[in-house]
């Protein structure tokens, strides 16, 4: 089992920068790659950005991209989400996740999940 805590949600104005963490522990080499969902109220989760462990290559969604930024620390196993200038249509439930590879979680298919933190944004 692979487990995965997030933390830095919270509550920012509009244009403004939060950075996101996502701790994994456990049977982490079971793992190559790792992203970031998001689910607002009423709607279905979507999918935000993976990177994975070993090139580090990444991939967004197309409404993030140019605003976040997904990184990673080997050593601490742990992935960061850097989002910045944040609109009225992030806020959301951030939810951290870990798969087989990048294309994958993009596409949805996550082996573990987090439980999220929550991101506000105030216009």
């Known amino acids: 089992q692979v487990q995965l805590v997030e933390s830095g949600g919270g509550l920012v104005q509009a244009g403004g920068s939060l950075r996101l963490s996502c701790a994994a522990s456990g049977r982490t080499f079971s793992m190559y790659a790792m992203g970031w969902f998001r689910q607002a109220p009423g709607k279905e989760r979507e999918f935000v950005a993976a990177?994975?462990?070993?090139?580090?290559?990444?991939s967004y969604a197309d409404s993030v991209k140019d605003r976040f930024t997904i990184s990673r620390d080997n050593a601490k196993n742990t992935v960061y989400l850097q989002m910045n200038g944040l609109k009225p249509e992030d806020p959301a439930v951030y939810y951290c996740?870990?798969?087989?590879?990048?294309?994958?979680?993009?596409?949805?298919?996550?082996?573990?999940w987090g439980q999220g933190t929550q991101v506000t944004v105030s216009s």
């Open positions: 996740a870990a798969g087989r590879e990048r294309r994958t979680l993009a596409a949805g298919q996550g082996d573990y």
């Open positions: 990177i994975n462990w070993g090139d580090g290559s990444t």
